[in-house]
């Protein structure tokens, strides 16, 4: 069965409307250089710990540095973090080996053949890779949320290249994703912007898109 993880969580109620229709997973965003679903740090400790032992809860972050990474992961108290740009400084490893149990996503934004060497090379310290449709060379850096599809050939190939889970994210919407699951063959979708109406979470698509999806076996 594909994994469920709903994005760009924003209270408490939009978390208890997600486990209500089945979601496996919550997305918890931090500071980022743009894009929707931006929360505050105290906030995202609040729905972690409400939510502990209910259901995965991710970080999103957009720090670089493994130190700034673990400090953040202390404060919020999150399950998973999902690194949204590539590191500078530390590894994968340190993350796992100061805080046992969390679990550590990398993104990969899907441009280029580039794109597929550095999914696998991630994949061999990361537990799971996500897969979005950012652009980390602009001026103005897009992580994630961007409303976009990527090329669905090149996620295919990394799904087959890495011994690892993998989400796709980037555009997915009730009207597209069994096209996603069916091209892509990810463990898991990762949706944001697709379920929304006027920012907030849409109950009716939500419904929808989880239905359409596990539909897909």
């Not at 994005?7 to 980022?32: N, P, R």
């Not at 929707?36 to 259901?55: C, Y």
């Not at 540095?65 to 108290?77: M, P």
């Not at 061999?124 to 961007?146: H, I, M, R, W, Y």
């Amino acid at each position: 069965m594909t994994k469920i993880k709903i994005c760009c969580i924003s209270s408490i109620e939009e978390a208890e409307l997600a486990i209500k229709y089945g979601a496996d997973a919550i997305g918890l965003v931090s500071s980022m250089p743009s894009g929707p679903g931006v929360i505050t740090d105290e906030l995202i400790t609040k729905i972690a710990a409400t939510f502990r032992g209910r259901i995965d809860t991710f970080l999103l972050t957009s720090k670089r540095s493994v130190g700034e990474i673990i400090a953040q992961l202390k404060n919020a108290g999150t399950s998973t973090v999902q690194i949204c740009d590539s590191l500078l400084e530390g590894t994968h490893s340190e993350i796992k080996d100061q805080l046992p149990g969390i679990n550590v996503v990398q993104v990969i934004h899907v441009v280029d053949e580039e794109s597929v060497e550095e999914a696998i090379a991630a994949a061999k310290t990361a537990d799971a890779l996500l897969l979005d449709s950012g652009n980390q060379k602009l001026a103005v850096k897009e992580l994630g949320g961007t409303g976009r599809t990527h090329n669905w050939e090149l996620s295919r190939r990394i799904v087959e290249s890495v011994a690892i889970p993998v989400y796709l994210a980037g555009g997915l919407k009730p009207a597209n994703v069994k096209d996603a699951i069916d091209s892509v063959r990810s463990f898991g979708v990762d949706i944001c912007s697709g379920l929304r109406t006027d920012g907030k979470l849409d109950e009716a698509k939500l419904s929808e898109y989880v239905k359409l999806v596990k539909s897909c076996g």
